[in-house]
């Protein structure tokens, strides 16, 4: 129906969307149930740009764009750089790519966001097949290891009622009160936590052995490799008990599970090492291939769906350390490098010292304020799309619901750009149908994307063998020097990314001795920032919050990447905290 469309943003639930009366609606149908979260109830009351800006004066739309083309013909292709936010699931975003790779400029690669995690996941499996919702809502236990989903992922609070909840989270979050079982771990301790309930699995002959034999032969040397972890020291470092590994474990054996992480869990420089950890805990148990059980952390939204958008020999930079200074034309799609990119201070500067700063997108944040051209992108009710999902395997159609001269749409501006500089580009409706010919018709009307599975892993791994690949080693996490806290950097529940309304503060345990309203000073080997104090008592009193997307963050984050997956590490530096009022 004309009047459906899908969820834009970057978050796990992807909802269904009816647009009626000018009002956008959650769909009854599917996981979306009627509600949406408040980003999207409020989704048409957030001020977006509305006019394009040249060296900070309002121009018009065809103005803007002869003057990209303008900057585009006067730079030199190999001095082209596209950073283009990976947070959008729509998939006609990557147009712009196939335009920029077409031209000879230079695009990224790497991720701000799960790469770690990703990285190892396929390591360990062959691939990164997600366990999706529908398999979710059939666990008899589900536990949320890293993850927030009042916050995060809302759509699977009705999946839980009846079922056994464990959590693993350092602040005792709204799901964590509600838990049979809460384990308030020490930040970047889960590597330790699941080897140990992989070993004591073992050790209390519980492991599911023809699963074993069959898909993970090489449990005993993972099972030797676990015995090197001293058990009492690491508890007391992790801040829990014998006692409730015991009681982790009597909840899963035997029951279908479901293991959902959080991309927290990774944003160390081992966070590869951490999901594989994790994923051989899952192992142990049996879980894969089978109904009702899994590991779901992000899978590939673009999974079983090949691109019609050709970057496969272009020259790509990293997208975590990205050297903006090496390029003299920057242009920025939907994304706010400025503010979510990590060691702030290193990217104001590189990014300083380029020519040319285009920024194409829809709201105003740090990288508009200092771009030379800003060009206005539509909005998703603005233009025809198809989203997919990390978190299930939907293929929604977003149909264009509503006309507007405000901006100018992906397609449209690649399109403006081909002409230009005589690049060839199929027609909209080519692209869009392509997807579509990847997806699959429900009896109820609905779309999957085609040869996807529920049941992921059922024949085994998709390693060479089949079977399943354990640590062989791992590090062991760098422990903060007692004046220095760890740093924890979760999706907030107001905002999301720099999006919306973000928050200005840091959260501490009123232990700590600072008072609602303090302004005080965290620094890191990065860089500093000041903000307001808020004292929680549901963290630790090691820890220090501040939600991603607050200004300043990123001053104190390192720009160096995950040892596997070129992913950011946003939450491996320690902070100290000195109050300056």
């Known amino acids: 129906m004309k009047n459906n469309t899908a969820c834009p943003l970057d978050c796990y639930d992807a909802c269904e969307i009816v647009y009626e009366d000018a009002i956008i609606k959650g769909s009854n149908e599917g996981y979306t149930n009627g509600f949406l979260c408040p980003h999207l109830n409020h989704y048409e009351s957030f001020q977006r740009i509305t006019q394009p800006k040249y060296k900070g004066l309002e121009i018009a739309l065809q103005e803007a764009l002869k003057k990209l083309s303008q900057i585009l013909q006067e730079s030199k292709r190999s ?18 790519d196939h335009f920029f790779a077409q031209y000879g400029a230079t695009l990224t690669d790497g991720n701000l966001c ?24 059939k666990a008899e236990v589900v536990v949320f290891w890293g993850r927030n989903p009042h916050t995060t992922s809302s759509h699977l609070l009705p999946l839980l009622k009846g079922k056994t909840i464990i959590v693993v989270y350092p602040i005792q979050t709204k799901i964590a009160k509600m838990a049979d079982l809460y384990i308030q771990i020490k930040p970047h301790t889960d590597i330790y936590l699941a080897m140990l309930l992989f070993r004591f699995l073992h050790i ?42 015991g009681d982790f474990l009597h909840l899963v054996i035997n029951k279908k599970v479901a293991i959902v992480c959080g991309v927290g869990i990774q944003k160390y420089r081992d966070g590869a090492d951490v999901m594989r950890a994790i994923d051989a805990f899952a192992v142990g148990l049996g879980l894969f291939g089978k109904e009702g059980s899994g590991v779901a952390y992000l899978g590939n939204s673009k999974e079983a769906i090949e691109s019609p958008f050709s970057t ?20 920025i799609q939907g994304t706010n490098p400025l503010a979510q990119m990590p060691d702030s201070n290193r990217v104001k500067a590189s990014i300083a010292r380029s020519k040319n700063v285009i920024y194409f997108g829809l709201y105003e944040n740090e990288t508009s304020e200092i771009a030379d051209l800003v060009i206005p992108a539509k ?127 840091v959260y501490l345990n009123s232990s700590l001795g600072f008072r609602n309203h303090d302004i005080v ?55 100290k905290i000195m109050k300056i009022n």
């Open 379 to 505: 909005t998703f009710l603005e233009k025809d799309d198809i989203r997919t999902s990390y978190s299930h395997n939907a293929m929604m159609i977003m149909n264009k619901q509503v006309d507007s001269d405000v901006g100018i749409s992906e397609y449209d501006l690649a399109q403006y750009l081909s002409v230009a500089f005589d690049i060839k580009l199929q027609e909209e409706q080519e692209y869009l149908q392509h997807f579509k010919n990847h997806s699959v018709m429900k009896i109820d009307g609905s779309f999957e994307v085609e040869n996807r599975e529920n049941i992921v892993y059922k024949n085994g791994f998709d390693t060479d063998d089949g079977e399943f690949v354990f640590l062989e080693e791992y590090e062991a996490p760098k422990k903060p020097e007692e004046d220095e806290y760890h740093l924890i950097t979760s999706k907030a529940p107001t905002s999301l990314n720099s999006q919306f309304q973000r928050q200005k503060c």
């Open 312 to 331: 496969k020999k272009t020259k790509k930079v990293s997208k975590v350390d990205t050297p903006f200074d090496a390029f003299k034309t920057i242009f």
């Open 204 to 245: 209390e002959n519980s492991c599911d052995e023809v699963f074993l034999e069959k898909y993970a032969s090489e449990y005993e040397a993972y099972y030797e490799l676990t015995q090197t972890i001293r058990i009492k020291a690491i508890l007391d470092d992790i801040g829990m008990t014998l006692g409730q590994i």
């Open 114 to 137: 799960d790469g770690a995690g990703e990285s190892g996941i396929i390591v360990g499996r062959g691939s990164n097949k997600n366990m999706p919702l529908s398999e979710i809502e």
């Open 521 to 575: 000073k965290l620094t890191s080997k990065n860089g500093e920032v000041e903000l307001e104090v808020k004292t929680d008592n549901d963290l630790r009193e090691d820890t220090v919050l501040v939600y991603s997307g607050t200004p300043g963050v990123n001053n104190l984050t390192a720009s160096k990447h995950s040892y596997e997956g070129k992913s950011a590490i946003f939450q491996e530096n320690f902070v």
């Open 79 to 96: 001095e082209v750089l596209q950073y283009r936010g990976n947070g959008n699931f729509a998939l006609m975003q990557g147009v712009t």
